[in-house]
């Protein structure tokens, strides 16, 4: 039985082409992380600051990260994941393969603009109030890969980062540090202020 | 006795908890944005449809931002049940060769008669003469099989 309604190959390669470029042209420019909230000066009050302590509390010790991880930085992840350095203690230990269950989006490794279009949908799906840590030089700018013509300059060219993470690759306790400056960037967020 | 019973209602109990915290609890949090949200889209709507309509519809105050602790900014993509990956091309009603079923069948068979010859191959001496017709009678009930299968053309690809 012939079925009809199939596409050929090459209309599949056109289109997937036509939306990378699409989305090359729109991404030239990088996404600023919305965080000058980090500088208000906020009218505190107790009422706030006790919600906003427990509220706090409860997203930074629940984050669940979700799978997104194209490359090399990955296997730092994993020794991090692991019983040496352990990150379930922190709560992280649940790695979520749905965005929809996730708040973490820990970006291991170099992108390509091929991939570019499946992590921003993998961003767009995770769960609110979500977080991105851009973890490894070529996450932060594309590192020694910056120069191809097929690879994203830093993720922030695609998805706002909220923690930029050094290191070629960074080591189990730097992506740890990191962890932690999210956690404190979580913590100073408070629930009158306007934003993410 | 009762005691066992209590130990049921303390079941019941953490059940109704976990429900609440794990399913009415959120969405209660987030009642608030939702209620922005839909006010919103509902303006929206009215207001590309029947313009004049819309100059009648009071304006609802939007909730304050410490009321909305769980956010709610749904869009197209966040909607879509399809999840990560890449997306669907085409129509997903494709049919698979059937032959294959037909293969992985018999390929079973046999597959399992290797794992019981194995052990009996091992111990061949040890079990005697009556075990050795035992796994004839055992590969006699598979090959008949395998000719059936034979003799219906599944192991023929068309």
Redesign the interface.
Known sequence: ?E?E???SRQE?DE?EGKQINELIARSQGIIPDPDQWLDEELKRNVM?TT?DAV?GWARRTSLWPVVCFPACCAFEFITTAASRFDISRFGMEIIRA???QGDLMITAGTLTWKMAP?VK??Y??MA??KWVIAMGACAISGGIFRSSYSVVPGYNHIIPVDVYLPGCPPRPEALIHAIRMLHEKIGKRS????G? | MLADFGYIGLLLIVAILFAVTTLLLPFSLSLPSRMEHYSRKFRRYVETRWPLLARFIPHFPSPPKFMQIVPYNPSPVKNSPFECGMETVGTSWVQFNFRYYFYALVFIALDVMVVFLYPWAVQLRGLGLSAFFAVLIFIAIIVVGYLYAWKKKVLEWK
């Open positions: 039985m079925i309604e199939v596409y599949i289109a706030v919600v509220l749905s965005p929809r499946q949908r993998i767009d799906q609110e109030p629930i009158i202020q306007e993410k």
